[in-house]
T-cell receptor, first 111, second 114 residues
Framework: DVKVTQSSRYLVKRTGEKVFLECVQD?????MFWYRQDPGLGLRLIYF???????EKGDIPEGYSVSREKKERFSLILESASTNQTSMYLC??????????FGQGTRLTVV | GNSVTQMEGPVTLSEEAFLTINCTYTATGYPSLFWYVQYPGEGLQLLLK?????DKGSNKGFEATYRKETTSFHLEKGSVQVSDSAVYFCALTIFNQAGTALIFGKGTTLSVSS
């Protein structure tokens, strides 16, 4: 079975903390994505990566950065967490010409 | 640019009712179209897809036809069940463009009661 694994299902962090969300896929996919999901706003793309060390900004990159040092791992970094970054974060991966596979999501609460 | 617009919910139906969730898109190039479903507490999973005009995607009794002339990909099911209660997302991507992301609609919540 294909698998996209996010490191945590639930996280609670303090304002100002540096937060790392990790995502690992076992399908040797080229493309990986980070979205956040908020009620009434659907899924909004934060960043995506189409190869190791390559990244592209999505629709809402402010306050976030990403790292892709290995093909299977794509990390989302909140440099200084703020309460407006409380959200559900979804990681996905896909190869060209195939469907995307999603992780279970990380519900982050910033207090 | 690329975008997806889907009908706002929530959609509330009785079991065995007919379901339609509208989805229209704008795209530069030739998109592939998808419907994803998110059950409570879970991530998204692919429901069905269509990669070219006039293709019909189908799965679990759901269907959607890629209509290039109306730029639409409406989701339908003839008889919904309580277990279909979920959030449904319409999405597009353009596969021949390197680094092209999936673009999602805002999602439509479906609630089916017995």
């Amino acid at each position: 079975d294909v698998k996209v694994t996010q490191s945590s299902r639930y996280l609670v962090k303090r304002t100002g903390e540096k937060v790392f969300l990790e995502c690992v896929q076992d399908m040797d996919h080229e493309n990986m994505f980070w979205y956040r999901q908020d009620p009434g706003l659907g899924l909004r793309l934060i960043y995506f990566s189409y190869d190791v060390k390559m990244k592209e900004k999505g629709d809402i990159p402010e306050g976030y950065s990403v790292s892709r040092e290995k093909k299977e791992r794509f990390s989302l970094i909140l440099e200084s967490a703020s309460t407006n970054q409380t959200s559900m974060y979804l990681c996905a991966s896909r190869d060209r010409g195939t469907q995307a596979f999603f992780g279970q999501g990380t519900r982050l609460t910033v207090v | 640019g690329n975008s997806v617009t889907q009908m706002e919910g929530p959609v509330t139906l009785s079991e065995e009712a007919f379901l339609t969730i509208n989805c229209t898109y704008t795209a530069t190039g030739y998109p592939s179209l998808f419907w994803y479903v998110q059950y409570p507490g879970e991530g998204l999973q692919l429901l069905l897809k269509a990669t070219k005009a006039d293709d019909k995607g189908s799965n679990k009794g759901f269907e959607a036809t890629y209509r290039k002339e109306t730029t639409s990909f409406h989701l339908e099911k003839g008889s919904v069940q309580v277990s279909d209660s979920a959030v449904y997302f319409c999405a597009l991507t353009i596969f021949n463009q390197a680094g092209t992301a999936l673009i999602f609609g805002k999602g439509t919540t479906l609630s089916v009661s017995s």
